[in-house]
């Protein structure tokens, strides 16, 4: 299908610095971007997109959302999730391996990969576990889950308590040239805790997981990448001494990169107010200098990608007192919307801000994705920088309606999706 999308303003983050907020029409062709500005010789269009006073940019790459299947459909199901992804612009997005059963062999990848593709929505990129069952104690088969289709390998939120078993899984990945993306977090400091160690935690009477849970766990890993050499991509850094340390192993030049959840540049632990179950996050939301550090770490590009972290849970999970609730939320709709918030808030370019959600996370992935190129493939995300939409249940296409910021009014509206040239989702100006 050819289509020409008519009369919207580029934005391509990877040449942010060229002024890239221009207005050009895009011509799709094959699956692929054929033309910027003029159409290419003979192209006549089958479906043209009204793209006036709307933002095309590169569709969103979403470094962490479970789709919840298989094993967890009560929760949210691959259609579902699917659509929650479109309708928020993302058009590739990372899963985590703890489903059930654990992504931890071939045949398991491979149904995943299969069932995503016939869906033909947002492109999926699972991660397979690190160790057998997420048990921490034999690690996987990483050869032929990353011919399966892995790009990577992680513990989900399980720790790896044995710091042999990190050591030799950082080995083999090393050999091999795989990525490991790791959560970093102190098994036993974080144990039982549920809410930032501070002044509300122990206010709340809540158990606390303190900022060393992060930073013991950044210095162990740290030192076995230097004995390594092992690529590392730590997850959901949530302190600001976490991110200190990061700023300094990239300046050391070790081969590290990193995401924050999209909650954690927006809310702080004060948020949580009387005991709100929707706060109930993994990691715990922090004190507000937290908060700043990690804006700051986005802006000087210590912190490459900002991820939605779609967890989706059931209502009944949230409707638990504080400390039993499910840790998660719903973000995959949310996620471009609060990257331009903290956008317009930071006083951060749109296309630098973008590029946290767009051409960093693929390049953490090492895969062609997020670039408004010739020849690149036309996923795209169409949006309205200038409208707002209220964030209400009945408004997520989520199957898991649990987010801290229902009831916000955001800005940014996705007005159409599209994945290897189709338009998986359009929103008519009249809606949302």
Same mark, same amino acid.
Not at 72 to 95: F, I, P, Q, R, W
Not at 148 to 170: E, H, M, S, Y
Not at 193 to 208: M, P, Q
């Given at each position: ?193 549920? *809410? !930032?160690?501070? +002044? #509300? ?6 158990? @606390?997981? /303190? =900022?060393?849970?992060?930073?013991? &766990? ?21 302190? *600001? !001494?976490?991110? +200190? #340390? ?6 050391? @030049?070790? /081969? =590290?990169?990193?995401?924050?959840? &999209? ?170």
């Amino acid at each position: 299908m050819k289509i020409h999308i008519q009369g919207g303003t580029l934005i391509d983050p990877v040449n942010a610095s060229a002024g890239t907020e221009t207005q050009q029409d895009v011509y799709i062709a094959d699956g692929k971007i054929a033309a910027l500005g003029a159409a290419p010789a003979g192209f006549y269009a089958d479906r043209t997109l009204d793209a006036k006073g709307l933002m095309v940019a590169p569709g969103l790459v979403d470094l962490s959302a479970r789709l919840r299947e298989p094993g967890y459909e009560h929760k949210a199901t691959l259609d579902s999730e699917m659509n929650a992804a479109l309708a928020g612009g993302v058009t590739s997005l990372v899963c985590p391996p703890d489903t059930d059963p654990v992504l931890d062999e071939a045949g398991l990848v491979e149904m995943l990969k299969y069932r995503a593709g016939k869906l033909e929505r947002a492109h999926v990129y699972p991660l397979g576990a690190l160790t057998v069952g997420l048990k921490g104690d034999v690690i996987t088969e990483m050869v032929s889950l990353t011919e399966a289709g892995c790009i990577g390998f992680t513990q989900a939120d399980k720790p790896i308590v044995d710091t042999q078993v990190l050591l030799r899984a950082l080995q083999y990945a090393s050999t091999y040239g795989y990525a490991v993306w790791l959560r970093a977090q102190d098994a036993y400091l974080a144990k039982g805790g549920v *809410a !930032a160690s501070g +002044a #509300l935690a122990s206010r709340l009477g809540l158990s @606390g997981v /303190p =900022v060393s849970a992060e930073t013991i &766990a950044l210095f162990t890993l740290f030192e076995l990448m230097r004995v390594t050499g092992a690529r590392v991509h730590v997850q959901h850094l949530s302190s *600001a !001494a976490g991110v +200190a #340390l990061m700023r300094a192993a990239k300046a050391e @030049g070790l /081969p =590290v990169t990193c995401d924050v959840t &999209a909650n954690h540049v927006h809310l702080i632990d004060m948020d949580i107010g009387y005991f709100d179950a929707q706060f109930r996050l993994d990691p715990p939301l922090r004190q507000q200098r937290d908060r700043e550090a990690i804006r700051a770490g986005l802006a000087d590009g210590t912190i490459d990608a900002i991820c939605s972290q779609h967890t989706p849970v059931d209502d009944d999970e949230k409707l638990l007192p504080f400390a039993e609730a499910t840790p998660g939320a719903s973000g995959l709709e949310l996620l471009l919307s609060l990257t331009v918030k903290w956008a317009q808030e930071a006083g951060v370019p749109l296309a630098k801000a973008l590029s946290s959600i767009t051409s960093a996370p693929a390049g953490v992935m090492q895969r062609e994705a997020g670039r408004l190129t010739v020849g690149a493939p036309a996923d795209l995300c169409v949006f309205d920088a200038n409208a707002h939409w209220r964030v209400e249940p009945r408004a997520l296409k989520s199957q898991g309606h649990n987010t801290p910021f229902l009831g916000y009014e955001l800005p940014a509206v996705v007005r159409a999706t599209l994945v290897a040239g189709r338009i998986g989702f359009e929103r008519d100006a009249g809606h949302h």
